[in-house]
Structure formats: structure tokens, C-alpha cells
Nanobody, 131 residues
């Protein structure tokens, strides 16, 4: 059974940093792409970043490019989202999602999360950025 557990959220002042973790189990880590999404209060869930299977490449939404860095540790079956220069508009629940489809990162960037199939989701971790 695929399981994803996010952690690392919290309250931080604007300009600060947080590092989120997504611990994965139940699948071959190297065979899956993993993405981060977020959902702000009253808004739709949106894609943030994605790392392709085998840690081959990483892409980011324009809203976080240059501030967020996603990385993977195959030995720990964990992906991270380093978030720097945080802004109040980054406040959201952050979710990770794993999917074995080869083009998942492209799909995640292109289509709403409701259109993505065949993947698994974590329970989310809350990030609050105060002004």
C-alpha cells in the first residue's frame, strides 16, 4: 500500500524558511514521480513543484520559482520542499502526491489536481506565513 506522510509545516514570519518532508512507503521510490500541491483557505488546490521518477528533473510553478527547492533522498524514500523567502500568500495546506505515470510532472503542471488519476496523496501539512 502506497503511503505518503508530510511533515515540517508550521507558523513562520514573512521572509522566513521552512522545509517540508514527504516520507514515502509501499512502492519503489525510484519508479514514481512525486509532486507538491497546496490548497489555501477558500481556494482550489494548486500544483507547486514536481520531481520526475529517478530524481531526473524538477519543475516549479512560477509563483514559487527561485524561492522553493524540491529534492529527493532515495536512501530515505523521502522528498523535501525547501521553502525560502516565504510570503503570506504561501499560507496553505501542502500535500505531496506520488504517481507512477511517466509524464506525471507534465500532467501535474498542466491539469487541475481533480484531473489527475492513478496516484496517491498524503494527509497534508499546514503552513502559515504571517505578515
Amino acid at each position: 500500500e502506497v503511503q505518503l506522510v508530510e511533515s515540517g509545516g508550521g507558523l513562520v514570519q514573512a521572509g522566513g524558511s521552512l522545509r517540508l518532508s514527504c516520507a514515502a512507503s509501499g512502492f519503489t521510490f525510484d519508479d514514481y514521480a512525486i509532486a507538491w500541491f497546496r490548497q489555501a483557505p477558500g481556494k482550489e488546490r494548486e500544483w507547486v513543484s514536481c520531481i520526475a521518477s529517478g530524481n531526473s528533473s524538477t519543475i516549479y510553478a512560477d509563483s514559487v520559482k527561485g524561492r522553493f527547492t524540491m529534492s529527493g533522498d532515495n536512501a530515505k524514500n523521502t522528498v523535501y520542499l525547501q521553502m525560502d523567502s516565504l510570503k503570506p500568500e504561501d499560507t496553505a495546506v501542502y500535500y505531496c502526491s506520488a504517481n507512477p505515470k511517466p509524464l506525471f510532472c507534465i500532467w501535474a503542471r498542466t491539469f487541475p489536481p481533480s484531473h489527475l488519476s492513478g496516484g496517491s496523496w498524503g494527509q497534508g501539512t499546514h503552513v502559515t506565513v504571517s505578515s
